[in-house]
């Protein structure tokens, strides 16, 4: 295993690295489907950077209670600074997401969010975290991704491609990310038992917002 990129260096700046890059896109990406997460009571939110979401989801849901994970403390503590309004109902862990393990005793899980966060691991890495999640998500569960994608035809080709690969570039030397392609977490959520319940593409396809859901419990 490459040891955990560090994002600490860029936790201040990270907001504004990203409206310099994509403008409103990624937050526009980000809470897409904030309506639908309405009734959920339990979110497991993973590598959600400076916290912004995660602040407006305590905001729009007052009855969430939120478990964050984040390798980063730097982020952490942005996170927290952010949250600071509704921190009896947040709980975080400084932990690298890729040999963490989720305590099997906590409430099951109706919610995973995970806003370009995936694309920091592997394949592999992201099946194996997925059968771990879904070991821990309740029946109906739902998992927020927002991700970059690389669609195909011309504008893979010429507009995507190269941007995603700009991107590892940029974060590989910022940060010692050592991944340098998309994985392919699709597969990964299917193979572990989620459904793609919507999917919304922006900026040609070049990111997407999707959610997905464990299978509903079956009662006799």
């Given at each position: 295993?490459?040891?955990a990129?560090?994002?600490?260096?860029?936790?201040?700046?990270?907001r504004?690295?990203?409206?310099?890059?994509?403008?409103?896109?990624?937050?526009?990406?980000?809470c897409?489907?904030?309506?639908d997460l309405?009734g959920?009571?339990?979110?497991?939110?993973l590598?959600?950077?400076?916290?912004r979401?995660t602040a407006?989801l305590?905001?729009t849901n007052?009855a969430l209670?939120v478990?964050?994970?984040?390798?980063s403390?730097?982020?952490?503590?942005?996170?927290e600074?952010?949250?600071?309004?509704?921190a009896a109902?947040?709980?975080?862990?400084?932990?690298?997401?890729?040999a963490?393990?989720?305590a099997?005793?906590?409430?099951?899980?109706?919610?995973?969010v995970t806003?370009f966060?995936?694309?920091?691991?592997?394949t592999d890495?992201?099946?194996v975290?997925?059968l771990?999640l879904?070991?821990v998500a309740a029946?109906g569960?739902?998992w927020?991704v927002?991700e970059?994608a690389?669609?195909?035809?011309v504008?893979?080709?010429?507009?995507a491609?190269?941007i995603?690969?700009?991107?590892?570039?940029?974060?590989?030397?910022m940060?010692?990310?050592?991944?340098?392609?998309?994985?392919?977490?699709e597969?990964?959520?299917?193979?572990?038992?989620?459904?793609?319940?919507?999917s919304?593409?922006w900026?040609g396809?070049?990111?997407?917002?999707q959610l997905?859901?464990?299978?509903a419990?079956?009662?006799?």
């Open positions: 295993m490459n040891p990129p560090d994002f600490n260096p860029l936790a201040r700046l990270y504004w690295m990203e409206y310099a890059s994509f403008g409103p896109w990624l937050w526009w990406c980000r897409a489907f904030l309506r309405q959920c009571r339990h979110a497991l939110i590598g959600d950077g400076d916290g979401f407006k305590l905001r007052p209670r478990h964050a994970v984040d390798a403390p730097a982020m952490l503590h942005a996170l600074r952010r949250a600071a309004a509704n109902r947040l709980r975080t862990v400084h932990a690298d997401l890729r963490w393990q989720p099997f005793d906590a409430p099951p899980y109706d919610l995973i806003h966060f995936l694309d920091c691991l592997t890495e992201a099946a975290l997925a771990n879904h070991a029946p569960a739902r927020l927002s970059f690389i669609p195909p035809g504008a893979g080709l010429m507009l491609r190269p995603v690969a700009a991107l590892y570039r940029a974060f590989g030397w940060t010692g990310l050592a991944v340098r392609r998309l994985p392919d977490y597969a990964a959520l299917r193979a572990s038992g989620f459904s793609l319940m919507k919304r593409s900026l396809g070049l990111l997407l917002s997905w859901r464990t299978a419990e079956i009662r006799p």
